[in-house]
């Protein structure tokens, strides 16, 4: 058993400690952190069964904010016992997850409180820490016998019984079996007077497809929740019946309230990739943030580039702009420090294509395929988006399937278990609508070529261009087209300018030069004759 004790307050610390050794804690099996800043260190040097800190309400809630971003970074061990001290009734943020048994002591307190706590602590991270490894494993069936174990041998404490109750639901709804999470929450929410089982309850008829049951529910005891939960519910059903615009609009409510949770940061980035709004994603991505991890901030700001950069080209061809920015920072981010190999390349991929240089963007992306992307969600997506822009459609499949089997270090809400699995899905409709899409323009603009409708050829091919900028072969068309007449209401300095992109392009292929190249000189000479200063600046004939 290992204990760590975050306190810097002396007398505190030494109430607690003596405590604890009252209860059979040797000095091996107890850890101080009496300086913030040495906690990282400490809890990558081992797992701990259990963790003490104070929660400083005058403080902006610190304790609990130090737990939820000790488990978004993955520092906490599964089955972990916390004890959070001077806690008020309404920490509805706390735990950081279910994955835990959360444990509060009242501030000031007397000797036989503190006595029955401790004496609570030390029992019941005895019993429970045998679940670390299987939680760890996600072995959840594992995990759950464990639990039901626990609760038939230990039925007479009646302490431990909610706790027990509560872990073993939580692990019925991350196997995905709703039918018994159902059955187990519906028990507990005649058995235990919390809000937790109701929650449960909800999530499993959700998991099950029961969403108008799951709504009575919810309407029905709406006045026994308290309004965080009420909220958190309200945005799963929502989310259910993907009413993206008004899940945001919950969502919002609960990030004013919690704006400094990463579980509301990460799930408002994950929506708002479903409401295709960059802007919403990536001012969530900058809001979050790490007060007691300090180390972890310039990891977190390439992350959030990673994020600028997929999406600067998921959704549409970026401004010159964007492209300006995304290149300074690129080249900061190359000389302060060294990127993972897989995320270098994908980055310095983009930035070539962004140079219309997709030929060498795609030699690089074939030395760096996606089976050898690290297991990060993030890669992963930027892997996709570039695969997708530079016109590689089976590439980004493959990256897409390595996102849908992606695992977090720590095992996921099941709210953002449903946001992240509606992303794929979102995202693998949206490949294969572009290929459809692909297919039509190109069937289109022949269909007007072949009729002699040049005009309406020319703006198909233009959007063709505009939509799938890689495609030597249709940026070969428009500049063939180019030649039988103008974008209609176009002037010449703007025809001047797609040119000079058309160029960009097809110089920069080897492949399409090797075979054109006579011709492609031959079209551009002409088409350049028209826009001479000196010409006219009316179109071809």
């Not at 009646?158 to 939580?170: N, W």
């Amino acid at each position: 058993m290992q204990i760590l004790l975050i306190a810097d307050d002396a007398m505190l610390s030494s109430a607690l400690s003596q405590g604890l050794s009252d209860h059979g804690v040797t000095p091996s099996q107890l850890t101080y952190c009496k300086e913030l800043s040495t906690l990282p260190a400490l809890m990558r040097q081992q797992p701990f069964d259990a963790i003490i800190c104070r929660q400083y309400r005058h403080q902006a809630h610190e304790g609990i904010r130090l737990l939820q971003e000790a488990h978004y970074l993955g520092l906490l061990e599964p089955g972990c016992v916390l004890l959070l001290l001077d806690g008020d009734d309404e920490l509805l943020h706390y735990p950081p997850s279910e994955l835990y048994f959360p444990l509060r002591l009242s501030m000031p307190f007397n000797t036989d409180q503190l006595t029955r706590c401790l004496h609570e602590l030390v029992l019941l991270t005895g019993l429970t820490r045998h679940l670390a490894a299987p939680m760890k494993l996600r072995e959840w069936r594992l995990a759950c016998s464990l639990c039901e174990d626990l609760l038939y041998q230990h039925q007479k404490n009646k302490a431990l019984g909610p706790l027990l109750d509560r872990v073993k639901g939580y692990m019925l709804l991350q196997e995905q079996d709703h039918f018994q999470a159902t059955q187990h929450y519906a028990m507990c929410t005649t058995e235990h007077d919390a809000w937790w089982p109701r929650k449960g309850l909800i999530h499993a008829l959700l998991g099950l497809n029961k969403l108008d049951s799951a709504r009575k529910d919810l309407t029905r005891n709406q006045e026994r929740l308290p309004p965080t939960i009420q909220l958190e519910l309200m945005l799963a059903c929502l989310m259910h019946e993907a009413q993206w615009e008004s899940a945001w609009e919950v969502l919002g409510k609960l990030l004013q309230k919690q704006s400094w949770s990463p579980e509301w940061c990460q799930a408002a980035i994950l929506l708002a990739l479903l409401l295709k709004d960059e802007g919403k994603a990536l001012e969530q991505a900058n809001a979050l943030s790490l007060r007691f991890f300090s180390e972890h901030k310039f990891r977190l700001s390439i992350e959030n580039f990673v994020l600028n950069a997929s999406l600067a080209v998921l959704w549409h061809y970026p401004t010159a702009a964007r492209i300006s920015a995304l290149q300074q920072e690129f080249d900061y981010l190359s000389k302060a420090t060294t990127l993972r190999a897989h995320e270098a390349a994908l980055l310095q991929a983009l930035m070539l294509g962004l140079d219309y240089r997709f030929d060498d963007a795609i030699v690089l992306l074939a030395k760096h395929p996606p089976d050898t992307a690290r297991d990060n969600h993030l890669t992963q997506l930027l892997g996709f988006a570039v695969s997708q822009f530079c016109g590689l459609p089976h590439h980004a499949q493959r990256y897409l399937a390595k996102l849908g089997q992606y695992q977090a270090k720590v095992a996921p809400s099941p709210l953002l278990q449903q946001l992240f699995k509606q992303v794929v899905i979102d995202l693998k409709l949206q490949l294969d609508r572009r290929e459809q899409r692909l297919t039509y323009l190109r069937q289109e603009r022949q269909r007007a070529s072949a009729s002699g409708q040049h005009q309406l050829a020319v703006q198909y091919a233009m959007t063709l261009q505009e939509e799938f900028p890689a495609l030597p072969g249709d940026a070969w068309q428009l500049l063939e087209l180019l030649q039988l007449c103008w974008p209609a209401g176009m002037p010449a300095p703007k025809v001047a300018l797609l040119v000079d992109r058309l160029e960009r392009r097809l110089t920069h292929s080897a492949t399409f030069m090797e075979h054109h190249a006579d011709a492609y000189q031959k079209t551009l000479l002409q088409i350049r004759s028209h826009l001479h200063p000196k010409s006219s600046s009316s179109p071809p004939n």
